[in-house]
């Protein structure tokens, strides 16, 4: 039961790094493309942990932990270019 849930917010999170992905194409602004590479890692971290459950790997967390880190990094950078410059 509880790899079926898991496996439908796989789905889930698949559907939207794919609706995401589209927000950060066509984004007007550079703001919403930032928001939508921000949701992209969330969801791909959200979706690597999965794997790791269904694996039964302990090393994919340690991956996506360090992914996490260096995606909040990346949009902190970024953000602060945008408002006022390096």
Same mark, same amino acid.
């Given at each position: 039961?509880?790899?079926?849930?898991?496996?439908?917010?796989?789905?889930?999170?698949?559907?939207?790094?794919?609706?995401?992905?589209?927000?950060?194409?066509?984004?007007?602004? *550079?703001?919403?493309?930032?928001?939508?590479?921000? +949701?992209?890692? +969330?969801?791909?971290?959200?979706?690597? *942990?999965?794997?790791?459950?269904?694996?039964?790997?302990?090393?994919?967390?340690? +991956?996506?932990?360090?992914?996490g880190l260096l995606s909040f990094l990346?949009?902190?950078?970024?953000?602060?270019?945008?408002?006022?410059?390096?």
């Amino acid at each position: 039961m509880i790899n079926k849930i898991l496996f439908i917010a796989a789905i889930i999170m698949l559907l939207a790094i794919l609706l995401t992905l589209y927000r950060f194409i066509k984004g007007p602004s *550079a703001a919403d493309r930032l928001v939508a590479f921000d +949701v992209m890692t +969330v969801s791909s971290l959200a979706l690597i *942990a999965l794997i790791a459950n269904f694996s039964s790997r302990v090393i994919y967390i340690d +991956v996506a932990l360090v992914y996490g880190l260096l995606s909040f990094l990346g949009v902190i950078i970024v953000s602060r270019y945008l408002e006022r410059g390096l």
